[in-house]
């Protein structure tokens, strides 16, 4: 098998790539960067749209985002700008609308909701290339199809978030593996699941989307038409990403699930997933070359090469004395944390070997949560006096879970 990817053109550009980006003296200038006229030491007021969701920093006194410019001044001239630079606005300003999160010094003139698609202006200033917002002066969506959607989108995230915060502990877990969003997440279970080595559970990745495209396919096959079928889940896919956003781990699921679906389109017979994954990293780093540097790019794309390249090796030497299930599971645990190992030590300075048998015995509790979860929103939507009884339910199963990945998580670790 090795033998016919050293051949294979494809393979071979991802490698020299690979060895470009990573281990050369090669660098990569993503989109970052501004280009406007004025110094940006002495620009005091930038104007521009937000493209990624505001997330919330590792210091909690602030959500970053990315935001695209179209001016900015130094209070006394105006200049055009182009370019997108990092964004830090105020929590307070941010979870201004926010369940349980209501600040009293956000109330008044300068409460915005803050999601991607909208333009906003903000006073501030440029620590290096990152802008530290002190206030937003003003916002406004496009009165236009794409305004709207986006629009759509930001109030529909914070009516879910609502009633995610309705479901307590569980909504705040459920919350972060829908939506990316971690603000209610209990700090106790986000770092048992760091501790536990299941830090890619918590991370939108080709879990999450596998399991709608399972979802529409399901739907597809009850139709029984294989062309609607393909349009379903093709929709499935997009409306989810549009909804959680295009995380760099969340797009590359979505790219490899495209190529997969579009081969099954041709009617290609057996894929091949590593060329698959192969045409997802080039495609990638030409959209958003900014991705190549992100440690969850990284991650994601060695946990999965790791799969791909080892699995059939790891089965054969479990199903020796497990079965078939427990055999496969332990092979794709067990080729990602090995792919994943040099960078975790880099990344993190630690690793938790206990991550393989963990992630075989969670995962699947994980995806039953989710499940759960969706089926018992549709429940909440239909019938709204059922909420709470939902919310019971959901805490049940996240109670189970929390104290499986805490027992997994008092595992030595290995450290550097």
Same mark, same amino acid.
């Given at each position: 098998?090795?033998?016919?990817?050293?051949?294979?053109?494809?393979?071979?550009?991802?490698?020299?790539?690979?060895?470009?980006?990573?281990?050369?003296? %090669?660098?990569? =200038?993503?989109?970052?960067?501004?280009?406007?006229?004025?110094?940006?030491?002495?620009?005091?007021?930038?104007? #521009?749209?937000?493209?990624?969701?505001?997330?919330?920093?590792?210091?909690?006194?602030?959500?970053?985002?990315?935001?695209?410019?179209?001016?900015?001044?130094?209070?006394?001239?105006?200049?055009?700008?182009?370019?997108?630079?990092?964004?830090?606005?105020?929590?307070?300003?941010?979870?201004?609308?926010?369940?349980?999160?209501?600040?009293?010094?956000?109330?008044?003139?300068?409460?915005?909701?803050?999601?991607?698609?909208?333009?906003? /202006?903000?006073?501030?200033? %440029?620590?290096?290339?990152?802008?530290?917002?002190?206030?937003?002066?003003?916002?406004?969506?496009?009165?236009?199809?794409?305004?709207?959607?986006?629009?759509?989108?930001?109030?529909?995230?914070?009516?879910?978030? =609502?009633?995610?915060?309705?479901?307590?502990?569980?909504?705040?877990?459920?919350?972060?593996?829908?939506?990316?969003?971690?603000?209610?997440?209990?700090?106790?279970?986000?770092?048992?699941?760091?501790?536990?080595?299941?830090?890619?559970?918590?991370?939108?990745?080709?879990?999450?989307?596998?399991?709608?495209?399972?979802?529409?396919?399901?739907?597809?096959?009850?139709?029984?038409?294989?062309?609607?079928?393909?349009?379903? =889940?093709?929709?499935?896919?997009?409306?989810?990403?549009?909804?959680? #956003?295009?995380?760099?781990?969340?797009?590359?699921?979505?790219?490899?699930?495209?190529?997969?679906?579009?081969?099954?389109?041709?009617?290609?017979?057996?894929?091949?997933?590593?060329?698959?994954?192969? %045409?997802?990293?080039?495609?990638?780093?030409?959209?958003?070359?900014?991705?190549?540097?992100?440690?969850?790019?990284?991650?994601?794309?060695?946990?999965? %090469?790791?799969?791909?390249?080892?699995?059939?090796?790891?089965? =054969?030497?479990?199903?020796?004395?497990?079965?078939?299930?427990?055999?496969?599971?332990?092979?794709?645990?067990?080729?990602?944390?090995?792919?994943?190992?040099?960078?975790?030590?880099?990344?993190?300075?630690?690793?938790?070997?206990?991550?393989?048998?963990? /992630?075989?015995?969670?995962?699947?509790?994980?995806?039953?949560?989710?499940?759960?979860?969706?089926?018992?929103?549709?429940?909440?939507?239909?019938?709204?006096?059922?909420?709470?009884?939902? #919310?019971?339910?959901?805490?049940?199963?996240?109670?189970?879970?929390?104290?499986?990945?805490?027992?997994?998580?008092?595992?030595?670790?290995?450290?550097?």
């Amino acid at each position: 098998m090795v033998i016919r990817y050293v051949k294979n053109p494809v393979f071979l550009s991802v490698i020299i790539l690979v060895l470009c980006f990573y281990f050369g003296k %090669f660098k990569v =200038r993503g989109q970052n960067g501004i280009n406007t006229v004025i110094p940006q030491d002495k620009i005091r007021i930038i104007s #521009g749209k937000i493209i990624s969701s505001p997330v919330k920093s590792a210091s909690g006194k602030n959500y970053v985002c990315k935001i695209q410019l179209d001016s900015s001044s130094d209070l006394s001239i105006k200049a055009s700008a182009r370019g997108i630079c990092s964004l830090f606005i105020p929590s307070e300003a941010v979870e201004a609308f926010f369940p349980g999160k209501l600040y009293s010094k956000a109330k008044g003139e300068n409460q915005y909701l803050y999601d991607a698609g909208a333009f906003y /202006t903000f006073k501030g200033k %440029f620590y290096q290339e990152n802008f530290m917002a002190e206030k937003c002066i003003n916002c406004f969506w496009k009165n236009n199809l794409s305004g709207k959607l986006d629009f759509i989108r930001a109030q529909s995230r914070l009516q879910f978030k =609502r009633l995610m915060y309705r479901w307590k502990n569980a909504g705040g877990l459920l919350l972060a593996l829908l939506c990316g969003e971690r603000e209610y997440t209990e700090k106790s279970i986000s770092d048992s699941f760091k501790n536990a080595g299941l830090s890619h559970i918590l991370a939108l990745s080709g879990m999450h989307l596998s399991m709608f495209s399972a979802i529409a396919l399901f739907i597809g096959n009850r139709i029984g038409r294989k062309r609607l079928s393909f349009i379903i =889940r093709i929709t499935v896919l997009i409306f989810f990403v549009w909804f959680a #956003g295009f995380s760099p781990s969340l797009l590359r699921a979505f790219i490899c699930a495209m190529l997969v679906i579009f081969s099954l389109l041709a009617d290609v017979n057996n894929i091949d997933m590593i060329m698959i994954l192969c %045409f997802s990293f080039l495609l990638q780093s030409v959209i958003r070359p900014e991705d190549i540097y992100n440690y969850a790019f990284m991650l994601s794309y060695g946990a999965l %090469f790791g799969i791909l390249f080892t699995n059939k090796f790891f089965f =054969r030497f479990f199903n020796l004395f497990l079965p078939q299930y427990f055999a496969s599971s332990l092979s794709s645990s067990s080729g990602a944390q090995l792919f994943t190992l040099p960078m975790s030590l880099k990344f993190f300075s630690s690793y938790s070997p206990v991550g393989i048998i963990a /992630t075989s015995i969670v995962s699947p509790l994980i995806t039953i949560f989710i499940y759960s979860g969706l089926l018992l929103i549709i429940i909440s939507l239909i019938f709204p006096s059922l909420v709470d009884y939902s #919310g019971i339910l959901l805490n049940f199963e996240y109670t189970v879970l929390n104290k499986i990945v805490s027992f997994f998580a008092k595992a030595p670790r290995i450290s550097i």
